[in-house]
């Protein structure tokens, strides 16, 4: 069974401060790694993707993936009210027939508090 | 940007009845996908699609469901007999050539309500 955990939160932070969410999966053919934001009741929009070990930035958001311990997760610099969202960690993995089909975690639910 | 775009965004039928959810996917993207979320619950794959024809599909994705690409630009699937249990937000998406690093972009969506 090819799994993808997250902490379900709520994860509370008061406005300006950093949001730390954490993501682990199961599979070690894991490839292609993805934080997408959903919104109650839209769909999910692709924040950042990561394919290597290390660091990615990309504007206030950082993901950070390590592979020996199948872990990856999403820094959030000065937290706003509008990132308050549930937080998607997706995983495409390579197997056999698999087409990347993507496999989500259920979602950490961010609160940036005013 | 090019969008995913979905029709309609919610649909309301009566058990048993058939259902066509449609999908218009990004123009030069070879690959998509059928996802739904149950309310408060995590986002499942359905089935994926590439070179018309069903590449891979979930457990979920029985003989009442089916999929179809009738023409150069959408993309549809059908739930036969509709149930109870399938109410849900249907997600479309698609992905561009490379279907391991390539993300999915997703439509908005249609909420599916059986009654």
């Known amino acids: 069974q090819k799994e993808v955990e997250q902490n379900s939160g709520p994860l509370s932070v008061p406005e300006g401060a950093i949001a730390s969410l954490n993501c682990t999966y199961s599979?070690?053919?894991?490839?292609?790694f993805f934080w997408y934001r959903q919104y109650s009741g839209k769909s999910p929009e692709l924040i950042m993707s990561?394919?290597?070990?290390g660091d990615k930035e990309d504007g206030r958001f950082t993901a950070q993936l390590n592979k020996a311990s199948q872990y990856v997760s999403l820094l959030i610099r000065d937290s706003q009210p509008s990132d308050s969202a549930t937080y998607l960690c997706?995983?495409?993995?390579?197997?056999?027939?698999?087409?990347?089909?993507?496999?989500f975690g259920k979602g950490t639910k961010l609160s940036v508090k005013p | 940007e090019p969008e995913v775009t979905q029709t309609p965004s919610h649909q309301v039928t009566q058990m048993g009845q058939e259902v066509i959810l449609r999908c218009v996917p990004i123009?030069?993207?070879?690959?998509f996908y059928w996802y739904r979320q149950i309310l408060g619950q995590k986002v499942e794959f359905l089935v994926s699609?590439?070179?018309?024809?069903?590449?891979?599909k979930s457990e979920i994705f029985d003989d009442q469901f089916s999929v179809e690409r009738p023409d150069g630009s959408n993309f549809t699937l059908k739930i036969r007999s509709t149930k109870l249990e399938d109410s849900a937000m249907y997600f479309c998406?698609?992905?561009?050539?490379?279907?391991?690093?390539?993300?999915?972009?997703f439509g908005n969506g249609t909420r599916l309500t059986v009654t």
């Open positions: 123009s030069n993207h070879l690959y």
């Open positions: 998406a698609s992905s561009g050539a490379d279907r391991l690093s390539s993300p999915l972009h």
């Open positions: 699609f590439y070179n018309n024809e069903i590449s891979e």
């Open positions: 997706a995983v495409k993995m390579n197997y056999g027939g698999s087409q990347g089909n993507l496999i």
């Open positions: 990561i394919y290597s070990n």
């Open positions: 599979d070690r053919v894991s490839q292609s």
